[in-house]
């Protein structure tokens, strides 16, 4: 009921109008497709020509994100062992060269330099002691040489004396021989003479006294001849001491001589040392203070007051903000056509401006090659991989923002391959 009533309600419905088979549609094309066809026509050629002019554009250009600042990072530490007294820097804090950053306790540095001029005047003192002691010895040297030839000489003339008196006394020994045997036949005559009664008793006396005389006289000779050969072979003694001490002295001079010389370079060498300690000591006395040997920035900073430090134990960081570079790292593929000289454009992502540089040089090896743990491709599972070269990139210095570089920001440079 209700949807008869519905239809009454709404009166009869109009007939629908079917297009008739044989109608074709209008061939015309609408404007409003036109345009849309003009707008993408344009559009593609635009982005054709875009496209062509960016491949033809960076032909000229080779660019990467893997880039950053590099610089040099001073590790400060002590040269000598101490207790440190004040530390003079915080992290972050600009420093110059030659600042003050560490200040050691001096006091065992004070007492080193102390002992080592205590040791310089000692080894100056016996320098003193024996470097007179070279003239010295040549002086009583020549006296000894001098002392010894007379010796020779003297002796020499001892027993060519003795020599000469033993020719005399051989001859008077013979003299006395040949008078003791005529006075001896002379007695034995007297003799005979006296007991036949031909000759006087005082005849007789007179023979036997003389022969009795000239025997004691040969006796007398020989006594002395002996003495003389005896004197002889004492002076031959003497000579032949003597000789050997010149020649001990004469072989014996020159050795004591370097041997005092020897002594003296010693004893001049020991000093040397001793000065040198003392310079040591006096260098290790300014290194209780600690300079910055560069201008930057300080960084990891682990010393404090009161801390013991060793020779080498690292205490902070010196970040040098004044020869900085880019180190970037092209893909192998792209170093073809880089080379030192070229110009660059580094965009510096945190500061957000362009910096101007040169190509400085390209690495000796690739990055991997560098890493702890380089990879070994002969292991039966290579995959080729494309390596990264460390590229040098050398700002222009004075640029306007360049203060505000520092080491490991990233930045993208873009290498002009001309």
């Known amino acids: 009921m209700a949807s008869t009533t519905s ?19 209008d061939s015309k094309p609408r404007p409003m497709a036109k345009r849309t ?46 207790t440190v007294r004040a530390v003079r820097v915080h992290d972050n804090q600009s420093v110059g060269e030659g600042d003050a950053l560490i200040e050691l306790d001096p006091a065992d540095l004070d007492v080193a330099i102390m002992q080592a001029r205590a040791a310089v005047a000692q080894a100056e003192a016996e320098l003193a002691a024996e470097d007179p002691n070279v003239p010295i010895t040549e002086v009583t040297n020549r006296a000894s040489r001098l002392t010894a030839g007379r010796d020779v000489q003297s002796g020499t ?4 004396a003795s020599q000469a008196e033993i020719q005399q006394l051989t001859a008077q020994l013979v003299q006395a021989e040949a008078n003791d045997r005529t006075a001896q036949r002379e007695k034995d005559r007297a003799i005979e003479l006296f007991q036949a009664g031909a000759d006087t008793a005082r005849e007789y006396d007179v023979r036997v006294n003389t022969a009795a005389a000239t025997a004691a006289a040969v006796v007398a000779s020989q006594r002395a001849l002996d003495a003389a050969r ?21 072989q014996n001079a020159p050795r004591q001589i370097s041997s ?43 010393v404090n007051a009161g801390d013991r430090v060793s020779p080498g134990q690292e205490l902070m960081a010196l970040s040098d903000i004044r020869d900085l570079w880019v180190t970037a790292n092209f893909r192998e593929t792209q170093l073809e056509r880089i080379h030192a000289g070229q110009r660059v454009r580094v965009h510096v992502d945190a500061l957000d401006l362009d910096f101007r540089g040169v190509v400085d040089s390209l690495g000796g090896a690739t990055g991997s090659r560098y890493s702890v743990l380089p990879p070994e491709n002969a292991t039966g599972n290579y995959v080729k991989v494309v390596q990264r070269i460390p590229v040098r990139v050398r700002l222009d210095p004075g640029q306007p923002g360049s203060d505000r570089l520092r080491q490991g920001m990233s930045v993208e440079p873009r290498v002009a391959l001309k």
């Open 260 to 302: 005092h010389r020897a002594t003296v370079a010693t004893r001049s060498a020991n000093l040397d040392v001793a000065k040198a300690l003392l310079a040591q000591a006096e260098l290790n006395r300014s290194y209780a203070s600690v300079v910055a040997p560069i201008d930057g920035v300080i960084g990891k900073k682990s």
């Open 157 to 160: 003339a001892a027993l060519i």
């Open 230 to 250: 005896a004197r002889e072979e004492e002076n031959r003694a003497k000579l032949e001491s003597a000789r050997i001490h010149l020649e001990e002295v004469t």
């Open 37 to 82: 066809k003009v707008v993408l026509g344009a559009l593609a050629t635009v982005l054709t020509a875009s496209g062509l002019i960016y491949y033809i554009h960076s032909r000229g250009y080779e660019d990467t994100d893997d880039a950053q600042i590099d610089g040099n990072i001073s590790s400060i530490s002590a040269r000598v062992a101490g």
């Open 7 to 25: 239809a009454l309600d709404h009166g009869p419905t109009e007939p629908r109008t079917v297009p008739e088979a044989h109608e074709k549609p």
